[in-house]
């Protein structure tokens, strides 16, 4: 059985980031006092645990617990972005979680990011729901992008330019619907760990 692929996340070290290997993770590590690094299953859960930082991971993880294929909450949406690069083309769409079935498709857009494209595809999923009288589920494997919602507001670091302007007229508006709008829908966390990529996965992996 092929062993499955794992990402490490290096907070404090040499060089803090992410990394493919585990080679590429202890060369960042050795020899450095208090070395703060963790693994992922997926890229997705280490580029967010980085992000956070990690004492706003420990506080997250603290509250997670392992979850069951049974909690699932099959009613109800999922989510997920995917982008060629940091910036790159970025696109999202949003799926039926039990089937699979596609909802809603976005992008290719110019000079995107992941977190950007989560964040948008949660807003679009809520205002698609909306429009339909839902009240059914979210799911998101992005904490980074939940948290955005939260907030009502997309904190990206990526840089306004002519080539995202449309990436960032639909930030703007996304935000404006989040302040003007309620809505009953969980938005959930999809746990990769226990279940495997989210259904709204775009397979590029």
């Given at each position: 059985m092929a062993k499955q692929k794992k990402f490490y996340v290096v907070w404090?070290?040499?060089?803090?980031?992410?990394?493919?290997?585990?080679?590429?993770?202890?060369?960042?590590?050795?020899n450095y006092p208090n070395a703060k690094y963790k693994s992922f299953p997926s890229l997705?859960?280490?580029?967010?645990?980085?992000?956070?930082?990690?004492?706003?991971y420990k506080k997250s993880e603290k509250?997670?617990?392992p979850k069951n294929i049974q909690d699932i909450d099959w009613n109800s949406i999922a989510v997920d972005a995917a982008c060629s690069g940091n910036p790159g083309l970025m696109e999202y769409q949003g799926v039926v979680t039990k089937s699979k079935r596609l909802l809603f498709k976005m992008g290719p857009?110019?000079?995107?990011?992941?977190?950007?494209?989560?964040?948008l595809a949660l807003v679009h999923?809520?205002?698609f729901l909306k429009e339909k009288k839902s009240d059914i589920a979210i799911y998101s494997d992005s904490r980074i992008a939940i948290?955005?919602?939260?907030?009502?507001?997309?904190?990206?670091?990526?840089?306004?330019?002519?080539?995202?302007e449309k990436l960032f007229q639909l930030?703007?508006?996304?935000?404006?619907?989040?302040?003007?709008?309620s809505y009953s829908?969980?938005?959930?966390k999809w746990e990769t760990k226990s279940w495997g990529e989210i259904p709204a996965d775009f397979g590029r992996k």
């Open positions: 404090e070290g040499v060089e803090p980031g992410v990394y493919d290997t585990w080679n590429e993770c202890k060369i960042k590590i050795q997705t859960e280490a580029k967010d645990a980085y992000s956070l930082g990690y004492f706003s509250k997670s617990t857009f110019q000079q995107g990011t992941n977190n950007v494209g989560e964040f999923a809520l205002a948290s955005w919602v939260r907030q009502k507001k997309c904190k990206t670091k990526l840089k306004h330019s002519p080539k995202n930030i703007v508006r996304a935000e404006d619907w989040l302040r003007k709008t829908n969980k938005i959930l």
